[in-house]
Every structure is written in C-alpha cells, then in structure tokens.
C-alpha cells in the first residue's frame, strides 16, 4: 500500500499542473497532475505535502486546505491512498521541476487535459463541494471501472 499527497495551487481561476514527462518509468507518464509523492517514515499528510511541493516546484505553501482522502485500487499498480490539497497562497519562485513542466492552466481548460478518469471526478469535487470527501476509484489497467463517494457508487 502506498501513501502520498497531490496538491493543486490555485492562483487567478487557474491550477498549478504538473506535466509528467520527465521519467521513462512513470505510471503518470504523459498525464497532467497536481505536484505531490509519497510519504517519507514518521512524515504527516501535512508534512508530506509541503516537502513534496518544495521539491517539485521550489515554493513554500503558507495557506493550504486538506481536501479529500482517495483511495485507489487497481489490478495493475498497488493500492494507494492519496491525501488531496488545494493551496491559495505560496511563497518564493516556482522553480523549473525534474519531473516534467509546471504550468497555470486555466481551470476551465483542464478536463481538455490528458487526465486520469479518476482525477476528473476529484477536480469536479474539488469546485462543487467545501466539506471533506472520500472517494475511491477502481481501475482496470488504465480504465476507470467504479468510483465510490462517500460510500456511494458513482455514475460516471
């Protein structure tokens, strides 16, 4: 089982997005996600997220909001739980990231993004809900085959 963090910054109706192209090896290849990664031993979600954003994008984040808890479950790849930020407010310069392109995308223009059918569902929830939410999604190799809210089944 793995634990990690993503976080989504949000400046000017846009997201901060990670393009991952960077490593061969990247089950996210080619996918645009938040910036986040594993927990490290001892380490909170909260001290795994500010770390993981420090790294990937060189920017300290001073006012944030844990989000979501999603649970990933795959007959390809390991499970995982995934602790979700969103963040408003940063300070330094965004730096150049190892991992691929940072880029503000307008959110509007997002879901024109190559994506995870899954991070489609948490982006949504991300805009129409404020209270805490756990969400799990299911997936065939690459296909997304059930999303859970809450404890409710998803049409999707």
């Known amino acids: 089982m793995n634990f990690t963090t993503l976080c989504y910054i949000e400046k000017d109706g846009c997201y901060l997005m990670l393009h991952r192209t960077a490593k061969e090896k990247d089950a996210n290849k080619d996918k645009w ?10 380490e909170s979600p909260e001290e795994c997220v500010l770390r993981e954003v420090k790294e990937e994008a060189g920017v300290e984040l001073t006012e944030y909001a844990f989000r979501g808890i999603v649970t990933f ?10 602790c979700l930020f969103t963040a408003t407010e940063y300070e330094g ?41 756990s969400l799990k999604l299911c997936y065939e190799g690459e296909a997304l085959v059930s999303a859970v809210l809450d404890g409710t089944p998803l049409e999707f």
């Open 33 to 42: 996600i938040g910036l986040g990664g594993k927990f490290e031993p001892g």
């Open 73 to 82: 479950a795959s007959d390809t790849w390991e499970d995982e739980y995934m």
């Open 93 to 133: 310069e965004l730096s150049d990231c190892d991992e691929g392109e940072l880029a503000w995308v307008e959110k509007e223009r997002i879901p024109a993004l190559n994506l995870w059918e899954g991070d489609r569902i948490f982006l949504r929830l991300l805009e129409e809900r404020n209270e805490f939410f």
